[in-house]
């Protein structure tokens, strides 16, 4: 038995690292299994897509801004709200929740990383591979152009011809299957890698939020990949799934997506809900009051989030008692979330709080969010959906929801996590001004769309008439999206320059209650020098030295696997190093994607480059066989 | 209270648009649903002070907290009190907006026993194709991007798609229905004042989905009947040498491939009805007004003012051009 | 640099380097792409009983049914396939290197059998993809079915050659332990799919 060792050695520290370690170089790039690498280059390109995306969002508003402006014609319009919101849905969104997630919770569960290595490095090159199918046709003049969700027939073989939908519905393929590999080893982590003492009731509201996300993830995201699959068979192989002359239904392309799509809101919304929780438990100083309520609201709007989505079709003309149904279970779902609102408040209330800016986003989410769930609430009783839906009302509910409820929190959490990633602070100043650009300009720029919807003003139009009214507010929805978007870009110099000429920050610059800010920052490859035991919700706010374990191997990738439930030390699973099969898999994979949009076999062909790819992925490396029939001779 | 007074504020710098807006129902059904509007305002308005009263309360206590470190175990009993009463009044209002939408929803439904009337509207990329009954003969009376409705009775407005899904929406007078090939829907409108009113297609549609609407009239019964009565009769014949050269022109060239005009040769289906043109209040399904100026501008470059169209322009000289919008603009 | 002091209150050195079933990390992997396909195939089924609800008949008049010899040979076949699944299952949980290479090996071959029987089934569907909606869903279930089991029993085969060349560790054996689960996965997805498919439509 060792002493007992007040503050780790460096030998430790110098073994630990050359078992974690990246190969130096492009190779290391390529290779790298570190979560934390990957992650960044998730969030790197998430924030970039965004970027792209929001200058889209621009070009539209500056279409929009007056009356029978010939900026853009139809086609150019219908492919820019098509590529700003395909890209914000499935390439930004969702991405960057799932890329969170894949940085903090090894961190928050004072691991080494997560439980698949080598599918996480997979996962990325996928959605890159998703990224670039969106993208490269656009930068080549074949964008997608009948919206982020395109429904036949508009999208089928008789009034979408040429290859921009199976273009659309392919990228979905390669977003939805890393959003499934990331979700699967999210959930492993959660349920599987937890520190010694970590019950289930002790986990962090954040970790629980990722863990329903990605069960949600897992089970809404096949509801896509089978419907976009559908949708290419119908145009490429003659299906019928969606042609009422065949015997199928339009209806039936709606509902699976709805299935998958509504879900999807909430899978963006609980990681945020996961962040203001961190943040609020940090800044008031307090944990989050009614950590209970809070678990279950979480887990009611992961089970409601699935019996909701027909609100997205009261229009369609289903049966009356369908309509009443789903508007009372749309109501329904105000009641978790308004739980959580509560206690987020009661926490400021009752606690001590500071207002550095990660605290002064949660404001700006609150203030901003429950306005869109309660134009949420409008649009989920059917009868007055009838006049809301399709209309620029829902325009400005979607991105109160998503940018209130979504991106604020996130940009939170860009400020709160920074000094961990980075190890150094970002400036407060210009954070402050970044905070009243974007919060403001968003207000200012989306709250006018209520009433522009309320005057009658349709979605997805590319211009509009002198003679309807609505120039004056559209004139001030495009300067309050400008002004949001100079605050954006406020936030990324901020960022940026911060990385040079930020204040240094220590391992604990918040003085935060979870395991993360126990190590360095930014953390070293291998992120703790030892296994951090849990005792409680908030273990660095205890008095005294953090109580850690001994004994994971200090010269091989090792992960201590613990029991589901109660976090009990159960084995110790060798993890794997640096591989370069993900990435090869991930373009064998890739292949097979764009091929089967210019030809079925294309499934067939493709197959194998997969199959070995995988199989060399796969291959356990360990001595030759000494017994059977293949047993090596001699030595 | 705050989403009212800025509504009321915002709606006058909106300007006059009362024709195509939920604000200001006309008929029955938007009735229903303006009042829903008005009940579901207040209850979110009550709930959104609710959310900033407390959090604003929050902020100004932290001004008298002290520095020190972070509170591991707060006593949360008073809390813990709020959140029940928090909950049972959300569970409270949702019942009541969950009620109302209900009632809301019976009153709609109710419509349907008292039809009088049924008209078929077909949306296709990018009019409306509209059609009545002759109550005379039982023929079709065909039209197109323009309704009239007799004020004061329940009129079943049945849709059909020939192509893509679309949606009529007349916000003034009734919640928007979707018309998707496949799905025959059907919903009815009571309307009660009198005017024009302009709807419009709600659901993407393809590259000219934003100049698919429609013009309204709401008229007393005697009105429509005789509106009606006027629609059922023949294409005017043309009154000078210049409007029967263009009458020739368009009977007998290609427009005649896709447009209909009763009483003559011309027996197209794929684009809109012309027999009475000229008595309609807009072209190109609302996107310009009905005058000769624009009916000519309109026929020699569609794709100018619709790019995308599916009407092909047709190459006609000068005098032959003018000839045939003679013609079309005297046809009442 | 030292962020914080610590107190050493435990040692892990002594936990053993793997575990059996669901204690076991990769098993988790494993029910979670299992949660994924099945979710797949029980949307499928959704589809497949939606087109129903809205067809006059079923199959749609006109349509013949699938014969239902190759597929019930394939069904008896596949619930047989389990017996030496459990059997295989049972010698990899006890750490048998010879015992669990022949039954990979035996499940590789018996998988090949069921992929013939399988081609000649899906020959006797008697109606094409593109021939209408009832078409276009029979084959989509059949497809999605198809492409579970040639996967499967691609990795059984590979599964099966690396045994035979290796010394067979721990994690290994949980390998073979989690394919012989998924190939029960497969087995109990298709059970659904043969009633719907070929039983619902002499019944309805």
Redesign the interface.
Same mark, same amino acid.
């Given at each position: 038995m060792s002493p007992p060792a007040p503050f780790p050695d460096a030998s430790r520290s110098q073994r630990l690292a050359a078992a974690w370690a990246d190969p130096p170089g492009l190779w290391g790039f390529l290779t790298t299994v570190d979560h934390k690498r990957i992650a960044a280059r998730y969030i790197v390109t998430t924030l970039l897509l965004l970027f792209l995306a929001g200058m889209v969002a621009l070009d539209m508003r500056l279409q929009l801004i007056q009356p029978d402006m010939k900026r853009m014609g139809p086609q150019m319009y219908d492919e820019a709200f098509s590529l700003h919101g395909s890209t914000m849905l499935f390439l930004v969104s969702v991405p960057v929740m799932e890329a969170m997630a894949l940085w903090l919770v090894p961190l928050m569960l004072g691991q080494r990383n997560v439980a698949f290595p080598r599918l996480a490095a997979f996962s990325y090159w996928l959605y890159l591979g998703g990224v670039l199918m969106l993208w490269v046709p656009h930068a080549l003049g074949i964008t997608p152009d009948i919206g982020w969700f395109e429904y036949p027939p508009l999208s089928g073989p008789a009034y979408g011809p040429g290859h921009r939908a199976d273009i659309w519905a392919q990228m979905i393929t390669f977003t939805e299957v890393a959003a499934l590999a990331a979700s699967v080893n999210i959930v492993a982590t959660i349920l599987k890698l937890r520190p010694p003492g970590m019950t289930l009731a002790r986990m962090p509201l954040f970790v629980w939020a990722q863990l329903i996300a990605s069960i949600m993830t897992i089970l809404a995201m096949p509801a896509i990949m089978l419907v976009t699959s559908m949708l290419i068979a119908d145009r490429m192989i003659s299906t019928h799934f969606f042609s009422p002359s065949g015997g199928g239904d339009v209806l039936l392309f709606q509902h699976l997506f709805w299935f998958f799509g509504h879900p999807e809101v909430y899978i963006i919304f609980l990681p945020a809900t996961g962040f203001v929780s961190a943040i609020v438990a940090t800044f008031a100083r307090r944990p989050v009051f009614g950590q209970v309520p809070m678990v279950l609201s979480m887990l009611a709007v992961g089970l409601f989030g699935f019996g909701l989505w027909v609100h997205h079709m009261y229009a369609v003309g289903l049966p009356r008692l369908g309509n009443d149904f789903y508007t009372a279970a749309s109501m329904a779902i105000a009641l978790p979330v308004g739980i959580q609102i509560f206690c987020w408040t009661a926490t400021i209330w009752s606690g001590r709080p500071r207002f550095q800016t990660p605290m002064l986003w949660v404001i700006g989410f609150i203030l901003t969010f429950v306005i869109g769930g309660l134009s949420g609430v409008m649009t989920g009783a059917a009868p007055l959906d009838l006049q809301l839906t399709d209309t620029y009302f829902v325009v400005a509910h979607l991105h109160y929801v998503l940018i209130g409820g979504a991106i604020f929190p996130l940009l939170g959490a860009f400020c709160y996590w920074y000094p961990k990633a980075t190890g150094r602070m970002m400036s407060e100043r210009w954070g402050v001004v970044a905070f009243v650009l974007i919060v403001g300009g968003f207000n200012l720029g989306f709250f006018p769309m209520h009433i522009l919807g309320l005057e009658g003003m349709p979605r997805r139009i590319y211009t509009y008439g002198p003679e309807m009214g609505w120039g004056t507010l559209n004139l001030i929805a495009t300067l309050g999206s400008a002004m949001a978007v100079a605050g954006g870009l406020v936030m990324v110099a901020n960022g940026l320059l911060s990385l040079r000429f930020g204040e240094r920050a220590g391992a604990d610059p918040w003085d935060a209650p979870t395991l993360e800010w126990a190590c360095e920052s930014p953390p070293p490859c291998y992120n703790f020098e030892y296994t951090p035991v849990v005792e409680d919700l908030v273990p660095l706010w205890r008095e005294g030295d953090l109580p850690v374990m001994d004994g994971m191997s200090l010269d091989s990738r090792e992960l201590l696997v613990t029991s589901a439930v109660e976090g009990i030390p159960e084995y110790r699973q060798n993890s794997v190093g640096p591989s370069i099969w993900p990435l090869v898999a991930a373009l064998a994979v890739a292949a097979m994607f764009i091929g089967s949009i210019f030809t079925a076999w294309a499934v067939v062909i493709g197959a194998v480059p997969i199959g070995i790819a995988l199989t060399i992925w796969f291959w356990p490396t360990r001595q030759p066989a000494t017994s059977g029939p293949f047993a090596s001779r001699g030595r | 209270m705050r989403r009212v007074l800025a509504l009321a504020a915002l709606l006058l710098l909106g300007g006059c648009a009362g024709w195509q807006t939920p604000l200001d129902p006309a008929g029955e059904q938007a009735r229903h649903i303006y009042s829903f509007l008005e009940l579901i305002l207040w209850v979110c308005g009550f709930f959104y002070l609710l959310v900033l009263a407390f959090l604003g309360w929050g902020l100004w206590r932290a001004r008298r907290r002290s520095a020190e470190g972070p509170e591991i175990a707060p006593a949360d009993r008073g809390l813990d009190r709020a959140l029940i009463v928090w909950s049972a009044l959300i569970v409270v209002g949702l019942t009541v907006l969950t009620l109302g939408a209900f009632f809301v929803d019976r009153a709609l439904a109710n419509a349907q026993a008292r039809e009088t009337l049924t008209v078929r509207v077909t949306g296709q990329q990018w009019w409306w194709r509209i059609r009545y009954r002759d109550p005379a003969t039982g023929r079709w009376i065909e039209t197109a991007n323009e309704l009239h409705l007799p004020l004061g009775k329940t009129t079943r407005i049945e849709l059909g798609s020939a192509d893509v899904i679309h949606s009529l929406w007349i916000p003034n007078l009734a919640g928007k229905t979707d018309v998707i090939p496949g799905h025959p829907n059907a919903f009815d409108v009571t309307p009660r004042a009198p005017g024009w009113y302009r709807g419009q297609c709600a659901e993407f549609c393809g590259a000219q989905h934003a100049h698919m609407a429609l013009w309204v009239k709401v008229e007393p019964p005697a009105a429509f009947a005789r509106w009606l009565a006027g629609q059922a009769r023949s294409a005017a014949s043309p009154a000078d040498p210049e409007q029967a050269r263009g009458m020739k022109l368009v009977t007998q060239g290609p427009c005649a491939a896709c447009h209909t005009l009763r009483g003559t040769p011309a027996d197209g289906r794929p684009g809109p009805d012309l027999t009475h043109l000229a008595s309609r209040r807009s072209l190109a399904a609302g996107t310009l007004p009905m005058t000769r100026g624009a009916l000519q501008g309109w026929i020699a470059r569609p794709q100018a003012v619709k790019p995308g169209t599916l009407m092909p322009a047709v190459s006609l000289s000068p005098t032959d051009l003018d000839a045939v919008a003679a013609y079309l603009a005297a046809l009442q | 640099?030292? @962020?914080? @002091?610590?107190?050493?209150?435990?040692?892990?050195?002594?936990?053993?380097?793997? %575990?059996h079933g669901?204690?076991?990390?990769v098993w988790?992997?494993n029910l &979670?792409?299992m949660?994924?396909?099945g979710?797949?195939f029980v949307?499928?089924i959704g589809?497949y009983l939606?087109?129903r609800s809205?067809?006059p008949s079923w199959p @749609?008049p006109g349509d013949a049914r699938p014969d239902l010899f190759w597929s019930s040979l394939f069904t008896g076949g596949l619930l047989l396939s389990e017996l030496p699944n459990w059997w295989v299952h049972r010698q990899a949980h006890f750490n048998r290197?010879?015992a669990t290479?022949r039954g990979v090996l035996l499940m590789t071959l018996i998988g090949l059998a069921l992929i013939v029987v399988r081609w000649f089934g899906l020959h006797h569907l008697n109606i094409r993809?593109?021939?209408?909606?009832? &078409?276009?869903?029979l084959?989509?279930l059949m497809v999605l079915h198809t492409i579970h089991i040639v996967t499967d029993v691609?990795d059984t085969a590979?599964q099966a050659l690396?045994l035979?060349?290796?010394?067979?560790?721990e994690? %290994?054996f949980e390998?073979v332990t989690d394919n012989a689960n998924y190939w029960s996965f497969v087995v109990v997805a298709w059970l659904p799919l043969y009633v719907l498919l070929f039983w619902l439509p002499r019944w309805a």
């Open positions: - | - | 640099m030292i @962020p914080r @002091p610590v107190r050493i209150v435990g040692n892990l050195s002594g936990l053993p380097g793997s %575990q669901a204690r076991h990390l988790w992997g &979670g792409f949660v994924i396909e979710t797949g949307l499928a589809v939606y087109i809205i067809s @749609p290197p010879a290479r993809w593109d021939h209408d909606a009832y &078409g276009s869903v084959w989509l691609g590979v690396w035979y060349t290796h010394v067979i560790g994690d %290994q390998d």
